[in-house]
């Protein structure tokens, strides 16, 4: 029998998923404030925290279809936060890489989503955040599998 010292992991999954889908979501106001959507957003997030990608890799990272990622990185491409260069040894395909303004738009869109989230921890007891941060080091242990 589950209990509170023993939990079934179907239960701390579906409360997991509900609570990270809440925070992210309250999160949303500081993410309309970037000068670009959410689809583009999350895709130079991963250039720029992952590193460059080939749009087939890019789209599958997040969960789309190439030619929609195509599109989300010609609107990138036309702000000037991406840039596309040639694989030597194929040139029918392209790796995608952040320029420096691509870089510096995420890291304020970055700065902008944690100062949003740290006003909020501001009123949570010293105790508890100390034991938030041992629960992200083991969600973040989960999510590698």
Do not use: C, Y
């Amino acid at each position: 029998m589950a209990d509170e010292r023993n939990p079934a992991p179907e239960i701390v999954a579906e409360r997991l998923n509900a609570a990270a889908i809440h925070v992210l979501r309250s999160l949303r106001a500081a993410d309309a404030r970037a000068p670009i959507g959410p689809a583009a957003l999350s895709a130079l997030s991963v250039l720029v925290f992952a590193g460059p990608r080939t749009v087939g890799e890019l789209a599958r990272t997040e969960e789309v279809r190439s030619p929609t990622m195509s599109g989300v990185l010609k609107g990138l491409e036309a702000e000037g936060l991406v840039r596309r260069e040639r694989v030597a040894h194929d040139a029918r395909r392209s790796l995608v890489h952040a320029t420096a303004r691509g870089r510096r738009l995420m890291q304020r869109a970055r700065r902008a989503r944690i100062d949003a989230l740290a006003a909020r921890l501001e009123d949570v007891a010293p105790d508890d955040r100390a034991l938030l941060l041992e629960a992200t080091a083991l969600m973040e242990r989960v999510a590698r599998g």
